[in-house]
């Protein structure tokens, strides 16, 4: 068995007497270690991305870069049907099954490959509907739509999070998304066409499937004993056929926003619109990083205590209010200036954007913390009720909006729909109504102040 200590690189930057305490505490630890993997990975990714990803939104133009944001945004849509919703229910049975962990990862895989297949299927069909005569934006939506027949190895990382092991698969998407990186600069130095951005983007899905291979490989894995079972698959698919339906509404709502500015408008109000929302998205990395570690020690807790597994939700959902309100106040206010150092004065109008979308990070960060309780609790299908309401109410304000604001009113049907979605629709059932008052006492910071004063 692995060492805990044996990773901690930062506990030197402890106090001494924190450091003693976590120092005997291994299963803290090991949480900790695995949130200190993920968020080393997604600080390299918001750096190092963010920064390419401004030099290719200079480099192509507002339109050309609203194009590229138009097709991965269409091609996400299909993403949770790509994966059939299986990621968070193999770590569940992962963690809570390890004696079905081949039969689980065998059948996950043939699951997902299958999924990826029909997915990419839909994208085309549906393309072909919203733009027929559009063959530029088809081709590069295709190529970054063959993504689509990778998601199948997500069953490694699901496996890694479920060990609490992160470690493994940001080492695998960190080469992948250094090389790739490095090829989209070169590509930007030699005045590359929009096209060749997105063969990057399957070249990078490409390495990151045979990285996280190897690293399944080499940490002690091997597929030669997985198996695919038709039980196994059955009992797989009735799990998660509600959180297909729950992730395609999520991914409506989150995307749809930029699919519907480039049909009602048009490419360039895209391209604005998306460099807002990647300064603004860039920070959702948090509570999925946190949450993700943090998931198989809630599962635990609610085998000890029912109220013990509360405290823990609670003392989550603190946290992650704290850490979306330190980002959004600041940002608010210096929306325009970080826009235009960034991206520069032709995304001026992008500020405005930010300024509104950036508050949607307060639900989203609940949402994401609240979405593992339906899934400790076996309550997919109202996980689905929750999410459809929120994509119902984003696309109904997106056609009421885009029209007449554009891309503000995109945003603040992004936020409204998120506040649905994520906390105002938990008081309608009863068994969400103490989620809803658990997240309102988070967002009131009842028990920040009260230990603030306390002390």
């Keep these: 068995m692995e060492n805990p200590l044996g990773n901690s690189f930062w506990l030197r930057y402890l106090p001494a007497s924190l450091r003693a305490k976590i120092e005997h505490r291994p299963d803290v630890l090991k949480v900790l270690n695995n949130v200190a993997w993920l968020f080393s990975d997604k600080i390299l990714r918001m750096g190092v991305g963010l920064v390419v990803s401004v030099w290719i939104a200079r480099h192509l133009g507002p339109v050309d870069f609203g194009l590229f944001s138009f097709a991965i945004a269409v091609v996400s849509l299909f993403g949770v049907l790509a994966t059939l919703g299986l990621p968070g229910i193999m770590v569940r049975d992962l963690a809570n099954e390890p004696e079905n962990s081949f ?30 005569d559009d063959h530029s934006t088809m081709s590069v939506v295709t190529i970054i739509g063959l993504t689509l027949l990778l998601k199948g190895c997500d069953c490694f990382k699901s496996w890694f999070d479920s060990q609490v092991q992160s470690k493994y698969s940001v080492w695998a998407e960190n080469t992948a998304f250094v090389v790739a990186s490095l090829i989209k600069v070169g590509l930007i130095l030699l005045g590359a066409s929009l096209l060749a951005f997105a063969w990057v983007t399957l070249v990078e899905s490409l ?10 490989e080499w940490a002690g894995g091997g597929m030669r004993v997985w198996r695919f079972t038709i039980a196994r698959a059955q009992t797989l698919l009735q799990q ?5 339906l729950s992730g395609l509404a999520v991914m409506v709502y989150m995307r749809i926003d930029q699919v519907m500015l480039g049909q009602m408008l048009n490419d360039e109000a895209v391209g604005i619109y998306s460099a807002a929302v990647r300064l603004s998205e860039a920070w959702y990395f948090i509570p999925m990083a946190i949450v993700s570690s943090v998931f198989p020690t809630l599962l635990d807790a609610k085998k000890t205590s029912e109220a013990l597994y509360l405290e823990k939700f609670q003392q989550l959902y603190d946290m992650l209010v704290v850490i979306a309100l330190a980002v959004a106040i600041p940002v608010t206010f210096l ?23 950036i508050w949607a990070a307060l639900f989203v960060f609940l949402g994401v913390a609240s979405g593992k309780w339906f899934l400790a609790e076996n309550r997919q299908l109202l996980a689905f009720h929750r999410v459809s309401w929120g994509m119902g109410v984003n696309i109904a304000l997106n056609v009421l909006w885009i029209p007449q604001y554009g891309g503000v009113g995109a945003a603040w049907a992004t936020l409204i729909s998120q506040a649905v979605a994520s906390m105002l629709i938990d008081v309608v059932h009863k068994e969400t109504r103490l989620m809803f008052k658990m997240k309102l006492k988070a967002c009131l910071l009842i028990r920040v102040l009260r230990m603030q004063y306390s002390t």
């Design 103 to 132: 039969a689980t990862l065998g059948s996950g895989l043939v699951l997902q490959v299958i999924g990826g297949i029909i997915a990419f299927s839909f994208l085309l069909i549906l393309f072909a509907i919203l733009r027929p």
């Design 207 to 216: 390495l990151t499937a045979l990285m996280l291979f190897i690293m399944y």
């Design 240 to 244: 998660s056929w509600p959180l297909i």
């Design 335 to 357: 929306a325009d200036p970080i826009v235009v150092a960034i991206f520069g004065q032709e995304y001026l109008q992008a500020g405005t954007i930010l300024s509104i979308h």
